[in-house]
């Protein structure tokens, strides 16, 4: 029985189905409570998570969202079952600190992760297709540099405690979700007072990590392996996931086409392009999309563990030094447009020099033909 489950999951039709069923659980979690288009969104969820941990002081976005333990938690389920829990780490920690936290810096440039783009594809919101140009040209320059030997290093087998370290933390946050402690904050406007009921979001979570550890989800990785001539096939989850997302929109009358006033989305389209395009680069170099990581991280993977700890202080320091995004809004009927001011913009720029420094400089000493 395992065997054929291991089958069907490595499969094109397990990848097709298993996308679907990802893009409906981001519609219902939109459904039952999570902010428009952002059913899913793992940078966001991160900048909420660290916000109620006290790690920024923006009101709106403070909720120790529940999807992102789960997330870590299914996929150490699955992993258990599957005997694929392997402790490891050691390949470049620090490098992959900052490239989690200048990912999360790109993404709130955006206002969302990869699988935003596709959630807010999904609702209407024209600004993701730009992201999506961007997410495309990031992570095209990271192939570019895979092509020419960058690498981090290979991770090294490691003691059991090594495995368990985020996970066991995130079991501790997810009890954290349900116990609600005083010392936690919480938002009560914005987008961080937006939630699906803990067991929804608990649950979806769970399942969302147990699917996309057995089909190795990753977004960003679909264009990764087109762009190396690996073949399409992470990329027919993506696009299951958008289809699934918009049918289901269609269905609970969530569609609007258009770039003006979307939900927390901003239309300036050069930001658009060059926040994803820094994100999509990070994600790539670091050896996948932030939900990808936190996957890993269930797997036993201290590396990804480290990114998705730079992702949550990236995410943090965002909203401390105003280098998060604005969204559009309307005031007296009138269209005032957002997007990251200038502290944000630098941020941007320095991220885009130090992921291109890191893809001429960490190469091996032959490069791959």
Known sequence: MRERLILFFASRTGMILGGGVLGLL???????????????????????????????GAAVAQYLRPEI???????????LLFGEFRPRGGAAPIVRFLLGAFASVGALAF????????DRLAGGDLNAAVGLLGLAAGIGLAAWFLRRGYTLGRARPGAAAMGWVLPGLMLGALLLAW??????????????????????????GLLIGFLAQRLRFCTVGGLRDLYLGRGPHLLLGALAFLIAAFVFHLIIGKVEFGFAAQPLAHSRQL?????????????VLAGGCPGRQLFLAGEGDADAGVFVLGALVG???????????????????????????QAGQIAVALGLCFCALLGILMRKSEPEA
């Not at 939109?30 to 969820?45: A, I, K, L, R």
């Not at 937006?194 to 067991?199: I, T, V």
């Open 26 to 56: 981001a519609v219902l979690l939109e459904w039952w409570g999570n902010p428009p288009n952002m059913g899913v969104c793992v940078t966001c969820f991160e900048r909420d998570f660290a916000g109620a941990l006290g790690l920024h």
């Open 69 to 79: 333990p789960a997330f870590v938690l299914g996929a150490l389920i699955a992993a």
């Open 111 to 118: 206002l969302g992760c990869p699988w935003r783009v596709i």
């Open 179 to 204: 116990a609600r402690p005083p010392f936690l904050l919480a938002s009560t406007s914005g987008p961080g007072a937006l939630r699906a009921p803990l067991l929804a979001s608990a649950g979806a």
């Open 271 to 283: 930001w658009n392009f060059l926040g994803m395009a820094l994100a999509g680069l990070a994600f």
């Open 315 to 341: 995410a943090a320091l965002a909203h401390n030094f105003g280098l998060v995004a604005a969204p559009d809004k309307l005031a007296g009927g009138v269209l005032q447009v957002g997007g990251p001011a």
